[in-house]
């Protein structure tokens, strides 16, 4: 079974009713600056060469954000490598 909505139709989402049992998703936040906590990473690569990096954390409140790390940010890409 996935984790991830049903999509029904072009823009239209349905949830399914597993989802309900990890409770209410945390706010997202769309432009913070600030301290967080790491919950996830990932570097995407192409053609062997990191394209970017992708960071999902949360803040102090406990909201969520999405950050993306520039390929050519190397120390970025090289800390998330290492983590």
């Known amino acids: 079974m ?3 909505p049903v999509i029904i139709g072009i823009g239209e989402i349905k ?3 597993e989802d309900r049992r990890c409770g209410v998703a945390p ?3 769309r432009d913070y600056a600030g301290p967080a906590s790491v919950e996830t990473h990932t570097v995407i690569y ?3 060469v990191p394209s970017h990096g992708v960071v999902i ?3 102090p409140s406990g909201a969520r954000l ?3 790390v520039k390929g ?3 120390a970025g890409i090289a800390a998330l490598e290492r983590w």
């Open 27 to 29: 706010e997202l936040l």
């Open 2 to 4: 996935s984790r991830l």
């Open 15 to 17: 949830d399914h009713p």
């Open 72 to 74: 050519t940010d190397r």
């Open 66 to 68: 999405m950050a993306r």
């Open 46 to 48: 192409g053609r062997g």
């Open 57 to 59: 954390a949360r803040t």
